[in-house]
């Protein structure tokens, strides 16, 4: 018997206890399955439990939410099915804030970066996607102009937050976001990727959406800092931050990788890559970015190639409710660079599809297909939350991204 038929076998297996079985060649199949998926994901959906509408421990995994719908955006536009897309405006309406840049105020003083832009995402996808504008709501202060052109005003706003932030914080490491930006708030002396790496993806979404040289300068400018600094290595490793207070100046790095913060900096490399017309140093940065998630987050175990994990917990089963869900970031943005950058479409579908079957093979939790973790054991491991059919949703529908409609650029 090869490696890989005994993980088939215990797929096989596994589907009399209700497993997805998922062909990955099988456009409908992914459909199906992922359809499953994200019915699961909406278990968790309760608009009055929280602000952001998905079950969570209040209030800091308010970003998990955000998270959730930009999955349940993608779901939207690339399997045509409607379902969830009247709850998904009504959330987004109702967490956008008076100022159009998703900072409402049931969130002040918790809200830092990173969270902000995990909302702000949504309007970026909905943007590049043609969703209609938002209904202004009563609450809004935005301009008619930013109502009319609700997406773009709201990323907009969003980057001139991150660039009157920057500015404020530059007294630290030659540059660079904090991780909060409230000056309480723990963390308030934490510089990290995945608010650098945020600030640098919504900039470059911005610049290839609009044309906008000012968007495409900022964006070189955080990623020159954040390879200067040492965030992302000259072999491309994204580390996890560093502190910047009593003269730390950012000199300590914390060198955990997180598949979320790799992420964060490769759509934002694939971004930069297309707006600078096929810029060959844009595309070399993608495909390390791409070999050193490779590397690091894919085939814990020899005989299940190419199958995601997050290395840092998933091994010791400690993942928790955040950490579950960052490899639904990975799979978001890998799928969508492959349509970005042609050249590295057939490494990323390797990666998509192994990891796809894998996520379909844990989801037989229950008797009900609810999804586990550990997708390279070939069965459920016993932990679900929202972030674990998160990440499953996300990789499974990420196999559908090279036929869905493309990424917008404004004529
Ligand atoms: C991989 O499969 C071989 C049998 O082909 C087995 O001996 C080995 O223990 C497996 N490795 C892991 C990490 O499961
Ligand atoms: C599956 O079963 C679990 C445990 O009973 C339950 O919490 C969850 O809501 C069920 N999921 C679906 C999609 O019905
Ligand atoms: C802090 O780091 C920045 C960027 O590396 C550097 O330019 C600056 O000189 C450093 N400041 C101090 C006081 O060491
Ligand atoms: C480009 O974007 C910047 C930042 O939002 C803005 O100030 C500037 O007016 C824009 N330029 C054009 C030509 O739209
Ligand atoms: C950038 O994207 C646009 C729109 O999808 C596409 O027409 C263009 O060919 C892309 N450019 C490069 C260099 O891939």
Redesign the pocket.
């Known amino acids: 018997m090869t490696k890989i038929s005994i993980i088939a076998a215990v797929v096989g297996f596994a589907s009399i206890v209700s497993a997805l079985d998922l062909n990955v060649d099988d456009q409908a199949s992914i459909k199906d399955i992922a359809a499953k998926v994200a019915?699961?994901l909406y278990?968790y959906h309760d608009p009055s439990s929280t602000a952001g509408q998905f079950k969570q421990p209040q209030p800091w995994f308010w970003w998990l939410s955000g998270s959730a719908w930009n999955g349940l955006m993608d779901y939207t536009v690339y399997t045509g099915d409607t379902t969830y897309k009247a709850d998904l405006l009504d959330s987004l309406s109702k967490n956008l804030g008076p100022n159009f840049d998703f900072v409402p105020p049931e969130q002040k003083n918790y809200e830092a970066n990173d969270d902000q832009v995990y909302w702000v995402y949504n309007a970026l996808t909905a943007m590049e996607y043609g969703f209609e504008a938002l209904p202004c709501a009563a609450s809004t202060t935005g301009a008619a102009d930013d109502c009319a052109n609700s997406w773009q005003a709201i990323g907009t706003h969003a980057f001139e937050d991150f660039v009157t932030r920057w500015n404020k914080d530059s007294a630290t490491c030659g540059g660079g976001l904090k991780w909060q930006y409230t000056e309480t708030a723990d963390g308030y002396y934490y510089k990290n990727s995945v608010s650098n790496g945020g600030f640098f993806q919504t900039a470059a979404r911005l610049a290839r959406h609009t044309g906008n040289q000012t968007f495409g300068d900022w964006a070189t400018k955080v990623w020159d800092w954040s390879t200067s600094v040492g965030f992302v290595s000259a072999d491309f490793h994204v580390f996890d931050g560093a502190g910047d207070d009593k003269g730390a100046n950012c000199t300590g790095i914390n060198q955990d990788e997180w598949t979320y913060n790799i992420a964060t900096y490769l759509h934002g490399a694939a971004h930069m890559y297309n707006f600078t017309g096929g810029d060959a140093t844009w595309e070399s940065r993608v495909q390390g970015l791409v070999k050193a998630a490779q590397s690091k987050f894919f085939t814990p175990d020899p005989n299940a190639t190419n199958i995601m994990f997050e290395q840092k917990c998933e091994p010791d089963s400690s993942c928790n409710i955040d950490q579950t869900s960052f490899k639904a970031s990975l799979s978001r943005w890998l799928g969508k660079t492959a349509v970005l950058v042609p050249s590295m479409k057939t490494d990323i579908e390797a990666l998509l599809q192994a990891s796809a079957t894998g996520a379909a093979s844990s989801c037989s939790?229950?008797d009900?297909?609810?999804c586990g973790v550990q997708w390279y054991t070939g069965g459920f491991d016993g932990q679900s939350d929202l972030g674990v059919e998160l990440s499953a949703l996300e990789t499974i529908q990420s196999l559908l991204a090279s036929s869905a409609p493309q990424l917008a650029v404004k004529s």
Request: proline residues 0%; charged residues 10%.
């Open positions: 019915k699961g278990v939790g229950y009900n297909s609810t």
